[in-house]
């Protein structure tokens, strides 16, 4: 009975290259969400999305990220031409539908050097 | 702009003290959710309160949700250091596209035996 599965658990980049983020959702789950939480912030949404579909962007940084959520695989977060700024920790949670309680992942821990 | 503010942000007690954490907000939520994340994981659900004035008790913990849905509290009695952790208040607002998470900001708790 497995939970938000992420994978890396940590990653660690270079200036100008790319992250990828994984994020597999309970067993049937089609709801899924991204968090961000830099160093001395607290948690911040980024992207909602169903299956093959975004419902909610509207906390994704406008240039470099891009999300996804296939009809099979997992939820991928990217993140191109990583900088220093984009260190933090990505966290998904994922939920039976919208509205109901959202589940999180342990989190990607991101470090640009 | 931070909708939910916590308080204190930090909070150093001995084991088997009182301590209450506040989450206050201008807005109205649907509900609130109370999590607790430990260092290097992710934030796990302790409990939701839907309606307004509700109460609920989970052993050594009782929550409050305001009347008006804008504010809540968390009441841990007796305090145990298997309580340490980051306490972090979670509003949503359902309906619309939208299932969101908004944040507080977070309160530090540390129980020392």
């Known amino acids: 009975n497995a939970g938000v599965m992420q994978n890396p658990r940590h990653l660690v980049r270079r200036r100008g290259q790319e992250a990828r983020l994984r994020c597999s959702p309970v067993?049937?789950?089609?709801?899924v969400y991204w968090y961000r939480q830099l160093p001395e912030e607290g948690l911040k949404f980024m992207v909602y999305?169903?299956?093959?579909?975004?419902?909610?962007e509207s906390g994704m940084p406008k240039e470099r990220f891009s999300a996804e959520f296939p009809k099979e695989g997992p939820s991928i977060l990217r993140i191109q031409q990583v900088v220093r700024g984009d260190s933090a920790a990505y966290f998904c949670?994922?939920?039976?539908?919208?509205?109901?309680?959202?589940?999180f992942g342990a989190g990607t821990r991101l470090s640009v050097l | 702009t931070q909708l939910l503010e916590q308080s204190p942000q930090f909070l150093s007690i001995q084991e088997g003290e009182n301590l209450t954490v506040y989450c206050n907000s201008s807005?109205?939520?649907?509900?609130l959710q109370w999590y607790r994340q430990e260092p290097g994981e992710g934030p796990v659900l302790l409990v939701t309160?839907?309606?307004?004035?509700e109460v609920k008790k989970l052993k050594r913990l009782t929550f409050q949700f305001g009347d008006a849905r804008k504010d809540s509290s968390l009441h841990i009695t007796a305090a145990q250091p298997g309580d340490t952790g980051l306490y972090l208040c979670?509003?949503?607002?359902?309906?619309?596209?939208?299932?969101?998470?908004?944040f507080g900001t977070g309160t530090l708790l540390a129980v020392q035996p």
């Open positions: 949670a994922s939920s039976s539908g919208g509205g109901n309680i959202q589940y």
């Open positions: 067993k049937g789950h089609s709801h």
């Open positions: 999305l169903q299956k093959e579909n975004i419902i909610d």
């Open positions: 807005s109205v939520f649907s509900s």
């Open positions: 309160v839907v309606t307004g004035g």
């Open positions: 979670a509003g949503a607002r359902y309906g619309g596209a939208t299932n969101k998470l908004i």
